[in-house]
């Protein structure tokens, strides 16, 4: 069972900078897209970034010229550096995966989407 596991969040300053990590680990599997969502109280989740091998890096409008995302494929892990953070940047963030497993040796991979269990990034104001 492929899981995804986030860690680097916590409380920082408005202007400060913060690191979050999503590794994916268990059984056969390959990487099409993971970036990250996130959820602020009362509001819907929403797509922060994302990176894939075909399409690069993709960033929501509201954190363009301040996060960066970027994948290690040799450790199947993605890391999401996030600069002059704002209180509004506040939120649950998820990792999400798009991924080709293998359930059956012998027969072809299969696509799954797989989310991580969310971190909490504070910004203070």
């Known amino acids: 069972q492929v899981q995804l596991v986030e860690s680097g969040g916590g409380l920082v300053q408005a202007g400060g900078s913060l690191r979050l990590s999503c590794a994916a680990s268990g059984g056969a599997f390959s990487i099409n897209t993971i970036g990250w969502y996130r959820q602020a109280p009362g509001k819907q989740r929403e797509l922060v970034a994302g990176i894939s091998d075909s399409a690069g890096a993709y960033y929501g409008d509201s954190v363009k010229g301040r996060f960066s995302i970027s994948i290690d494929h040799s450790k199947n892990s993605a890391y999401l550096q996030m600069n002059s953070l704002k209180p509004e940047d506040t939120a649950v963030y998820y990792c999400?995966?798009?991924?080709?497993?293998?359930?059956?040796?012998?027969?072809?991979?299969?696509?799954?989407?797989?989310w991580g269990q969310g971190t909490l990034v504070t910004v203070s104001s």
């Open positions: 999400h995966a798009d991924l080709l497993v293998l359930a059956v040796p012998g027969e072809p991979y299969r696509p799954l989407e797989v």
